[in-house]
T-cell receptor, first 111, second 115 residues
Framework: AQSVTQPDIHITVSEGASLELRCNYS??????LFWYVQSPGQGLQLLLK??????LVQGIKGFEAEFKRSQSSFNLRKPSVHWSDAAEYFC?????????FGKGTRLSVIA | KAGVTQTPRYLIKTRGQQVTLSCSPI?????VSWYQQTPGQGLQFLFE???????NKGNFPGRFSGRQFSNSRSEMNVSTLELGDSALYLC??????????????FGPGTRLLVL
């Protein structure tokens, strides 16, 4: 079965700074990869997904992620963070079993 | 299209009671999955239904059950509630057809508190 690790529990960035959230997965083949965002008290919103093809994936709200097979990674990036990006971010992987989520990375944005 | 809807949004129950949560998927989606989210365990898969059939089941005790109706609406039931069942229960629908999955779209969740 697949697994996913988000090494950073909490990250704080300044508004306007760049952001990179890390995600590493374990799976024998190429999995389906997802990033979701959750605001307090809300459900999960899909930011972007990777199934195949171009390894750089564009998502909503200015986010992008790059699939690197050699590193088993799918890191999420944003060039300039806005205060409204403060939330919890989840990486998820789907292989031969249903979606498996990482523990999440909480993003705080300071002025 | 309307998104995934879940009812009720908040629920308070006492130990030993049972509870039923409801989920209406996005129109046209036939796959519905349920997840439990807690601070300690994170997001854990409960089960998945497709066309009224349970397609996958997570590692939860038999107290957790679900079903799907012909209109794709789904319910999950938890019997003999325990304090540890307090969680946010999320429902997701998927437009994929039989034999596969595509992308899951989540509802706002039902927050269950067991006292």
């Amino acid at each position: 079965a697949q697994s996913v690790t988000q090494p950073d529990i909490h990250i704080t960035v300044s508004e306007g700074a760049s952001l990179e959230l890390r995600c590493n997965y374990s799976y024998g083949a190429t999995p389906y990869l997802f990033w979701y965002v959750q605001s307090p008290g809300q459900g999960l919103q899909l930011l972007l997904k990777y199934f195949s093809g171009d390894t750089l994936v564009q998502g909503i709200k200015g986010f992008e992620a790059e699939f690197k097979r050699s590193q088993s990674s799918f890191n999420l990036r944003k060039p300039s963070v806005h205060w409204s990006d403060a939330a919890e971010y989840f990486c998820a992987v789907e292989g031969n079993t249903p979606l498996v989520f990482g523990k999440g990375t909480r993003l705080s944005v300071i002025a | 299209k309307a998104g995934v809807t879940q009812t009720p949004r908040y629920l308070i129950k006492t130990r030993g009671q049972q509870v039923t949560l409801s989920c209406s998927p996005i129109s046209g989606h036939r796959s519905v999955s349920w997840y439990q989210q807690t601070p300690g365990q994170g997001l854990q898969f409960l089960f998945e239904y497709f066309s009224e059939t349970q397609r996958n089941k997570g590692n939860f005790p038999g107290r957790f059950s679900g079903r799907q109706f012909s209109n794709s609406r789904s319910e999950m039931n938890v019997s003999t509630l325990e304090l540890g069942d307090s969680a946010l229960y999320l429902c997701a629908s998927d437009p994929a057809l039989a034999g596969g999955s595509q992308t899951q779209y989540f509802g706002p969740g039902t927050r269950l508190l067991v006292l």
